[in-house]
Structures are given as C-alpha cells and as structure tokens.
C-alpha cells in the first residue's frame, strides 16, 4: 500500500469509530425484513411468488394429482433447501459468537512491537469472537467437559490479525503432526460414534496414557476449567509461542492472555451433566442475554514476553506448547481490554461462516518454531477451503475493515468484481494499481536458520511432568478433590483395563496420592510409592480463586424467587430492586407460569405477580441463587410440594447462595435436613446468619432492602 493511500485508510477507518467500523461494514449485507418490507415473497431471482404452499399439480379438483416436475418455484424451494448444509469444523464444531472491540491503555508495548493494535491508545479495534467447545458436533451439547475455544478476529486498518486460542494454555500435543491422532482419538469412537461431546472412553484415555506429553493438558481438562459457568467467566490464551518485533529491529516471544472481568467460575461436575440434558444450549443462551441485557462481557488483555536472547534461560523450551511461563518467571502485563457488545443477528452467516487462521498476523506480530503453530499456520487456510470454498476471506463476516487489492483471482463463489486489464505483476501499469509497498507492508524478522534436516523435537520438549504437578499442586484442596472425582468419572467410562490401568501409573508420576484414590475408584494400579518425588512447588496463578474479583458482585447472575401463593410481595419487590441494582437478573419461579398472588390476595383473582416459570419449568441448577422470601401459606406449600424441596436440596448440594427471611427459612430448615447438616438459621430477629452460605433473617427491613440485599447477595 502506498504511504498515501495508507494514510487514507487510517484516516477512513479511525472517523468510523470502534466496533462501528466492522459492524457498519455488515450494514450493506443485512437484510431486515421487517424493518423494509418488501412487496411480497421471491424467488432467489426476483420474481414476486402468489403461492408458496402447494406444488404446480394435474389435478381435476377433486383429485390432487401428480405433481409437476416443471414447478420452478418448488424446485427453486427444494434445491436451495437441499444444500442448506456445509460440512461442520473438524474440530471445534458448535460454538457461540459475538461482536466487539478492543483498547489498549497506551503505548508501553511499544518496547516489543510497532504493531499499532498494541501500541496505539487512541484506536479502537473491531473485534469479533467465537466460543466453542471441541470435541461434540454442532448439535451437542454446551456444558460438557471439554477445553473451549476462545478464538478472536480483530479487523485493524492492517489487516485482520486472529488469536485461535482456548480457555487453558497449554495442548495435549507438541507437534502439529500429531493433532490427527489426537482428534481421532477424542472424537467418537469409528466403530459405533460413540460418544458425543465427551472423553470419557477408551481412546482418548489409551491414547493420551501412550503420549505421556499430554499429561499437563490432561490435568488442566479434569479440573474446574474444563465446565465453565460461563464463556464469560473463563480465561483466554493464544496457547502456542508467537513473536513481536519492535521499530528497533528487535524480537521477543510473546503469549496471548485474556482475564475475565467477572473472574474465573465452574459449575461442580454435577451441575454441568444436568444441563446438558436440561438446556443444552445454556452458554450461548447465557452470552445472548448477558449482552442484551447491558451486562457486556469484559477481558483485561496481557502478554508474557521474552526476548529471544534468553530462549534457552529456563528449565522448559518457551516454544513447547505443553508448557506455561510460570508468571514469577516471566511476569503477565495488562496492556488492553475488549468488550463485547453486540449479538449476532443471524448466526449461520456470522458464527458458523466466520473462518479463522493462525496465519493471519500484522505488520510488528510474527510466528516463532513452536512446531504446533507452525502445523496451524497451514492446517486453518486449507480446512476453511473445504468448508466455506476458496474465497472463504471475502465473506462478510470474514473480510477485512481495509482494502484488499492484489492479484489472487476467480475460484468457486468469487464475490468481487475487480476492474483493470491485468491480473498479475510485475505488469506494465505499475503505480496506480496495486504494487508491493516498502512502507506499511509485512516484515518479516530476518534471522539465520541453520540445523541438520531431521524429525526430532527440542531437548527440553522430552520433560513431561514437571508442569503437571506443578499445576496440580497449585490448587486448593477441593479444586484438587474435583479432580480426582473427574478422572475417576472419566476412567470408570473406560471398560478396558489395559486402558484404565496404564492411566492410573502415569498419573502416579504426577501425584502419589491421587495416583492412589483414582486407582482405588476405577481398579487401577494402585501404587505403593510414588513413581516420581512431588518437587512441591506451587504458584498462585494456576488457582481459579486467584481471579475472583477484587469486589464481590452479582452482576449478569441469574437470582430464582422461589413463590408459592400467599408469599410477602413487598419483601420481593424490594428484593427485585435490590437485584437489579447489582445488575443481576431475577426469575419468579411459581406453582404456574402465570400470576402467583401474595398474602392478603384471593387466589384466581387478584392482582398477583407474573411468574417467569412454573417449578417443573425449569430446574435450580440454571440460576445462580436462590431467594425464598417469607409468607405462612407460601411456606406450608412449598413444604408439601416434593418439586420444591428438591429445587433447594439440589442448590444446596451445589453450594449456591440461599437467601431465606421469616417463614421461608422454616422451610429452608426442612428442606435441607440432611446427615450432617447443622444449619444454623436465623428466625427470630433481623440480625443476619451465614451458614454453609446459607444466608437467613428473621425480619427482612423492605425500606433498606437494595443496600443489605446486595450484601446479602454478594455472600458479605
Ligand atoms: Fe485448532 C479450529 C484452537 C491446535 C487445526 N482450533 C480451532 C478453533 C480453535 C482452535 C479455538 C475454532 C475456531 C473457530 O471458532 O472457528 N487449535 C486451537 C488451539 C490449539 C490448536 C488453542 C493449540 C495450541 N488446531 C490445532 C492444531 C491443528 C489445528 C495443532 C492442526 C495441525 N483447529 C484446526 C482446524 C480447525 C481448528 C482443523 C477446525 C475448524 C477450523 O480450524 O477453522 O484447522
């Protein structure tokens, strides 16, 4: 691009500002309908259509008749819907998208790269992000236990530069050459497809106990990560090693990390196995409504850097994508933050359509020898031609913000017309049409190459434990206990020994102990020392809580007011208030979907309050908390109903917050009668009692509810 021109480009992509700049890009390929009526149906070429509803027949009137193949209407109808269908991702199948944008805070990343999407605090770049989990096909379901994909396009006036990243740093695999094994392994069995969004069976866990370099991600997997409450409560990393270049001709290896806003939160493994029969589409359900609702999701943005002089200063290779930077040794810096905010408006051309490619960096981000990113840098551009065709990066949802000018033409579904003579270059028109800049243009990082050509790996990629246990080491007691329940559900899936039992060993070379409570849960080998001295460091990073916010908050959760009729309106409206201070959303759940009515109302005929579901409507393990305000009749009812009982034993067994006032922590008491469960209750005053984070008063006072609600809320 000329300097000219580019300037051009600058100036025309910074006066459309922020996200605007990619969504008004869409403005000319969406069609509303509703919004422009048109004069009536169509055909795909423009012909108004008087009958959509019976195929062109040879009938006498009374008999329908054969149906005529010359029908083009019909035929049109049927040929379109017939190949409604393109092949789902290999990998990464159903996923979730939204719109958005970034900022960096200024310019101290400039030190490491001339890339102005870094450095530049006043620009505002689109952003567009895909979720998804792995290994289910696109019809599976959200919450399994699977990595997510975390992946992000940023349309900069350079170009579109995509971080293909996932909610755990590391891979199960250090060599691209290995990622078709490793897919046919997680995936459904080839002899029966079986099973669907899941590990839990023999080949992956035989495959991953023969390639002992996937035993950091095993351990990252069976934790909490691996069931997130939300996609936007999880963290972000780019995962492989890239590289940035600064103006003075320097190089330093860089990872990508996004920190949620909300912190870092999981369901308990029992939850997500629930919803994933009770709302298989919670998470992209859960995305929508955070954003409709104002609650926009938010990531802080931090990059670990190393300059490439010190490559060899650490006991791993930086180029090994099983390992972390251990943050003591190489420090995160926040230099930016992105946003999402806008849903989609239609999914299939903008989620399942939008193509993503390590490949795709800017002028001052570069690659590095991470032999898995150099595999992706070829893998993404050739799987995007099978599914969406040659000319995949003209899409709408695909195509940069900037010019595109060069001299790639034709394929299947070209979309542009290019004016001009000639189609190559050198050419005999020279300025004026496009030709290689020498100012803006991509750098490549000028370094020398030298090596004996051969199949290995580095020295330091042969180490395979010491991060596993450093991981497992760094979590609380419980995060530690998920763990090993999670391994345990996920081998006691597994019905061949040879497969459970060899796990069990390499899991006695990460921990002794846990080596020794899954075997004894699935018939492992239950070993009698540890297969490898624990080195018993630990750092904090690794630890979900390390991410809990720095103020409490119930922002964007999702609050049930369980109501039986004859309930205390006044506490619930002030409860309703209180929550959407806090900006949390409140559900009425009732006996109906339809009025519920308070104490001091006639059941059918008073004013009442709407219920938002009836109790078999849903189920405790969708909402975040619970509040049962009081009321005598309410309680009675909710004491003798079994579906109501259920709702609060199920949310206790799941630790979520209860909140209960006067009568209704009566019914709290009896509900949560359990072996070994002292609740200490509070009925008699308006003082607050906090127990298993069970939070009761007496006498709840309406007039200050929003200040003590929210504390109530927030567990303080
Ligand atoms: Fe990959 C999709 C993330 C290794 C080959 N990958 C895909 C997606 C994400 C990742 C988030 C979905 C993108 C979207 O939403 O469209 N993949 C990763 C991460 C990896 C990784 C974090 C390890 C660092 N992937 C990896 C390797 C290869 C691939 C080693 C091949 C050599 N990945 C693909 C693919 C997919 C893909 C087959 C399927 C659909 C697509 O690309 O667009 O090319």
Request: hydrophobic share 35%; glycine share 8%; with cysteine.
């Amino acid at each position: 691009m000329s300097g000219s021109l580019a300037g051009a480009v600058k100036q025309a992509f910074t006066s459309v500002t922020g996200q605007t700049a990619k969504v008004s890009d869409l403005k000319n390929d969406i069609v509303d309908p509703y919004a422009n009526p048109t004069k009536g149906l169509n055909t795909d070429h423009g012909v108004l259509v008087a009958d959509t509803d019976s195929w062109l027949k040879a009938s006498d009137g009374t008999h329908t008749g054969p149906s005529l193949l010359e029908d083009q209407i019909g035929r049109e109808k049927i040929h379109r819907f017939d190949h409604e269908r393109i092949p789902e991702r290999v990998v990464h199948a159903r996923g979730a998208g939204a719109h958005g944008f970034f900022k960096v805070y200024d310019d101290r990343a400039s030190k490491y790269t001339y890339a102005p999407v870094l450095t530049d605090p006043s620009r505002v770049t689109p952003t567009f992000v895909r979720f998804s989990t792995v290994q289910g096909s696109r019809g599976s379901a959200d919450t399994v236990r699977d990595v997510r994909g975390f992946a992000t396009k940023f349309y900069t006036p350079e170009g579109n530069w995509d971080i293909v990243g996932n909610n755990i740093p590391v891979f199960f695999i250090q060599d691209a050459i290995k990622f078709p094994d490793f897919v046919h392994a997680v995936k459904p069995e080839p002899h029966n497809e079986v099973p669907q969004g899941q590990s839990a069976h023999n080949n992956f866990w035989d495959f991953v106990g023969l390639q002992p370099e996937s035993a950091h991600m095993v351990m990252w997997v069976m934790s909490d990560r691996a069931v997130p409450r939300s996609l936007r409560m999880m963290q972000g990393f780019g995962v492989n090693t890239y590289s940035l270049m600064n103006a003075k001709g320097e190089r330093f290896f860089v990872k990508f990390h996004w920190i949620p806003e909300l912190g870092v939160h999981s369901f308990v493994w029992d939850e997500a196995l629930k919803i994933c029969g009770q709302d298989p589409d919670f998470h992209r359900k859960d995305l929508e409504e955070a954003i409709s609702s104002g609650a926009y999701p938010k990531w802080k943005f931090g990059i670990q850097v190393i300059p490439e002089a010190r490559q060899d200063d650490f006991d791993f290779d930086p180029l090994d994508a099983t390992k972390i930077w251990p943050e003591e040794l190489v420090p995160l810096e926040i230099i930016g933050e992105m946003t999402l905010n806008k849903t989609v408006d239609e999914y299939f051309p903008e989620v399942e359509q939008v193509a993503f490619c390590t490949a795709h960096v800017v002028p001052g981000i570069g690659f590095s020898d991470d032999p898995l990113l150099q595999g992706r840098n070829f893998s993404y551009f050739d799987t995007q031609i099978t599914r969406l065709g040659p000319n995949w990066q003209e899409l709408p949802i695909n195509r940069p913000v900037c010019p595109v000018m060069n001299f790639q033409r034709d394929g299947a579904m070209r979309h542009k017309i290019t004016k001009g003579e000639v189609n190559y270059w050198p050419n005999r028109k020279g300025i004026g049409a496009p030709v290689p800049t020498t100012e803006g243009g991509y750098a490549d990082f000028a370094s020398k190459v030298q090596g004996i050509k051969q199949r290995v790996r580095g020295s330091k990629f042969q180490e395979h434990y010491n991060q596993a246990q450093l991981f497992f080491n760094s979590l609380t007691p419980y995060e530690q206990q998920h763990l090993i329940d999670a391994i345990s559900f996920e081998l006691s899936h597994c019905d061949d020994p040879v497969v459970y039992k060899t796990y069990t060993q390499i899991l006695n070379n990460i921990d002794f102990n846990l080596a020794k409570q899954v075997a004894i849960n699935v018939d492992g080998v239950v070993p009698d020392r540890p297969g490898r001295e624990n080195h018993g460091k630990s750092t904090p990073t690794l630890s979900q809580l390390y991410y809990a916010p720095k103020e409490p908050t119930i922002k964007s959760r999702r609050i049930a007011i369980l109501l039986a009729d004859g309930f205390n309106l006044a506490e619930v409206q002030a409860l309703r208030a209180a929550f959407k201070v806090g900006q949390a959303t409140t559900w009425i759940i009732g006996p109906r979907r339809g009025k519920v009515y308070p104490s001091g109302q006639t059941v059918g005929s008073g004013e009442g309050l709407q219920a938002d579901h009836h109790y078999e409507g849903q189920r405790s393990t969708l909402f975040d908390a619970f509040i049962i305000p009081s009321g005598v009749e309410h309680a009675r009812k909710l004491s003798e109903n079994g579906r109501t009982i259920h709702w609060i034993r199920e949310a206790f067994g799941h630790c979520k917050a209860i909140g209960a006032i006067g009568e209704g922590v009566t019914f709290l008491k009896e509900a949560v009668q359990l072996p070994g469960v002292q609740l200490q209750a509070n009925l008699a005053s308006d003082t607050v009692t906090n127990s298993y984070g069970v939070v009761t008063t007496g006498v709840y006072d309406t007039g200050s509810a929003a200040a003590d609600t929210l504390k109530i809320a927030q567990g303080q």
